[in-house]
């Protein structure tokens, strides 16, 4: 009798695996992205109920989207070192560094030739951080690709160097305020766009994701291949628009503080209702940054024969060499990549606090890393997606925003971020035995 | 086969390249006509492999020259080597193991659409076409290679070498981790291959394998050229003497290797 139940149980419980094998192999979602996605929500619950409800509320949401901008732009480029068997240990010195001469740009030098609050100084401060950021990336891949330096020192080099330069340049001064368009990357009130532009985002966001995968089963059909079951196609179209359209909900949720609402009442002479005036934030401009180039950068992953040679050259080096790819080229791309977000990055952080400061982005290199590795990048090579990345900066922030709100120990926290890390690896390597 | 009235496909001439003082290839000259199997032989070490990549372009040779077609060829990277039709099966088989077979068949060479972007999908259906003609049991393209049989992955090689249309192939111990019926496979292939007028470069430290299959053998021993025969004008105990003593028989010619 007992035994028989045994049976039924097994035989119960692996009709359920198989249930889930199917709907994974029909709608080709990657079992790692969804054990990532559940394991986000179970910390946001996690919080949620030891915070008394604080966490999952549009006003935590929203500043965890802004606060997680930096590291998640961050982060899709060190993928890119990452799968190619590097490191870079210098991007916080280099967010540093760029941060301050972007400050010292449109506070001190911008003004006196263009005029104080000229339209184009942000342009010229964002394009020349940019170029810095690139420049320094491409010096250090082409110390790794040419005098064959392993990345990890050139980076730790430079991660004394850039910081070093980041003090020497104003004597360690902080140099503020910003410039006022520029300070809109870095979110706040005037940093957001607003509720009927958010929702235009979200809708066009729709709309894409829509046509996506309609083109895609097009392709697909065109060469007679296998094809996702029509549901499945269903199913991720809301999947993916549902996500879109709740974050865009939960932005315009979020709400300017009612003295800010009522200034703003007033400039424009309007009068307030009875109920009070709810004007919305909407969707934060660093995060749209962040989105804007995760979505860039998963396509030149994906997309772009650059990317190809990417993972290519990360699970075989030498096979890639022999395939004819300029690899040494290909090293320096990379870093001069990581350069060019380590500005974006310096960008977003210097306009959220409205000053360059040589403290600047202390720290980052390791919550960059510990992103792209949660996000399941292998330092073995090969392996890594963009996707993964932004979800692990996400991780990293809602544990250190969660603790702050419980109310957790400094100390603790730093704990906490250390363990989860190397259990979070753990993790991974586990998966990847069981599946490959 | 009678080769004095075709022009040689592939002529190594002289060619040298040292390590470290070490003369890994001294003063080699081979060469090889359409439609010719030249087994390459000689103990791990001898410079065989050595030799084959200043002909692939993953070695710079320090002297000598390659003449393709009869005209001064400069093979500098693989991708001069393939620009001349030279393709090359590695005995590492140098697969990319993180992506799947398309992606390895067309890696470095990938079919893009218009806007410049890889167009994964008519890799995929060409991968498909080829690999049905060369191994019609395989179906996993969407797999990394990692997930692959040894015998699947070795396809995926061939399929790499043969798609881009080789005039000269070169295979370096290409049945080495394969079971019968899968060298078999290879065999039959090289046969369909002669027929074609592709000119292969076989290579191994084990006579059996290249033998059988070989028009003529040239074997090598410390980085030099033994000698060079028809294997129809020796037996396999003679080729044996020349790979082991380095002892050329009557119907070989000599070459600066040979022990006499």
């Known amino acids: 009798m007992s035994e028989d139940t045994n049976i039924k149980s097994n035989n119960k419980q692996s009709g359920f695996k198989v249930a889930i094998k199917n709907f994974l192999d029909a709608t080709e979602i990657d079992p790692r992205m969804l054990g990532m996605i559940i394991a ?14 604080r966490f999952i509320t549009p006003r935590n949401l929203w500043n965890l989207g802004v606060q997680s901008s930096s590291v998640a732009v961050m982060a899709t480029g060190m993928v890119f070192i990452i799968v190619t068997r590097n490191i870079d240990l210098s991007i916080g010195s280099m ?120 083109n895609a089963r097009r392709q697909r059909k065109r060469f007679h291949f296998p094809l996702r079951p029509l549901w ?61 180039v995760v979505i860039v950068m998963h396509f030149i992953a994906t997309r772009t024969r650059f990317g190809r040679y990417i993972f290519a050259f990360g699970g075989n080096p030498e096979a890639a060499e022999l395939s004819g790819i300029n690899t040494k080229k290909l090293t320096i791309m990379i870093f001069a990549i990581i350069g060019g977000l380590a500005a974006i990055g310096a960008a977003i952080t210097t306009a ?21 590795v949660i996000g399941g990048s292998s330092l073995s090579g090969g392996i890594g997606t ?42 991974d390597t586990l998966y990847r035995k069981h599946a490959g | 086969m009678d080769m004095t009235n075709k022009k040689p496909l592939v002529e190594i001439k002289n060619v040298s390249i040292s390590f470290g003082g070490v003369h890994a290839v001294d003063d080699v000259s081979v060469d090889l006509y359409p439609g010719e199997v030249v087994g ?54 140098a697969l990319a193991d993180n992506v799947d077979a398309a992606a390895n068949l067309f890696l470095g060479r990938e079919l893009t659409t218009p806007l410049g972007t890889l167009d994964d999908v008519a890799m995929e259906a060409a991968a498909r076409e080829v690999m049905g003609r060369l191994n019609p049991n395989f179906k996993k393209f969407k797999e990394p290679v990692s997930a692959l049989s040894g015998g699947q992955r070795q396809s995926v090689a061939i399929a790499r070498a043969l798609y881009f249309n080789a005039r000269i192939l070169i295979m370096d111990e290409p049945t ?75 119907n070989a010619i000599a070459g600066s290797g040979a022990s006499q």
């Open chain 1, 40 to 53: 986000l929500l179970a910390i946001w619950l996690v919080f949620d109920f030891f915070s008394g409800g």
């Open chain 1, 95 to 214: 967010l540093g560094v760029i941060g301050m001469l972007m400050g010292i740009l449109q506070a001190e030098i911008l003004p006196d030739l263009v005029g104080y609050g000229h339209w184009s100084i942000w342009i010229v401060t964002l394009t020349a951080g940019i170029m810095i950021g690139v420049t320094i990336g491409a010096f250090q891949g082409s110390l790794v690709a040419y005098l064959g330096v392993p990345a990890f020192i050139v980076t730790l080099g430079g991660l004394l160097v850039w910081r070093g330069a980041a003090w020497w340049t104003t004597s360690g001064r902080t140099v503020a305020p910003l410039d006022d368009n520029f300070r809109l990357m870095g979110g706040g009130i005037n940093g957001s766009i607003g509720y009927w532009p958010s929702w235009i985002v979200g809708i066009i966001a729709c709309v894409a994701i829509l046509y996506s995968i309609v």
């Open chain 1, 232 to 292: 499945a196609e269903t199913l991720l179209a809301f999947l993916w628009s549902g996500m879109v359209l709740g974050a865009v909900a939960v932005a315009n949720n979020y709400y300017l503080p009612s003295r800010v609402a009522a200034k703003i009442a007033e400039e424009k002479g309007l009068t307030i209702p009875e109920e009070g005036l709810f004007i919305s934030y909407g969707l934060p401009i660093p995060l749209l940054i962040a989105i804007g």
């Open chain 1, 352 to 372: 959220r606090l409205n000053a360059a400061t040589n403290s600047l982005g202390i720290l980052d290199e390791l919550l960059v890393i510990a992103a792209a």
């Open chain 1, 386 to 427: 963009i996707a993964g990345a932004l979800l692990g900066a996400l991780v990293m922030q809602s544990l250190q925003s969660g603790m702050i709100l419980v109310g957790m120990d400094s100390p603790m926290q730093n704990i906490v971020v250390g363990i989860v890390l190397v259990f979070a690896v753990f993790i």
């Open chain 2, 40 to 93: 390459l032989l000689g103990h791990n070490g001898a410079g065989k492999s050595t030799l084959i990549k200043i002909l692939s372009g993953s070695y710079k040779s320090d002297g000598g020259e390659i003449y393709i077609d009869g005209e001064k060829a400069t093979i500098k990277t693989p991708r001069d080597a393939k620009a001349y039709g030279i393709e090359t099966i590695y005995q590492t088989l």
């Open chain 2, 176 to 250: 080495a981790a394969l079971g019968p019926q899968e060298t078999k496979m290879v065999n039959d292939l090289i046969i369909e291959l002669k027929k074609q007028g592709i000119g292969i470069f076989l290579i191994s430290h084990d006579i059996h394998d290249v033998f059988d299959m070989a028009d003529r053998v040239a074997v090598m021993n410390n980085g030099k050229l033994v000698g060079t025969a028809n294997t129809a004008d020796i037996t396999k105990d003679e080729a044996l003497g020349m790979i082991i003593i380095g002892k050329v028989p009557e």
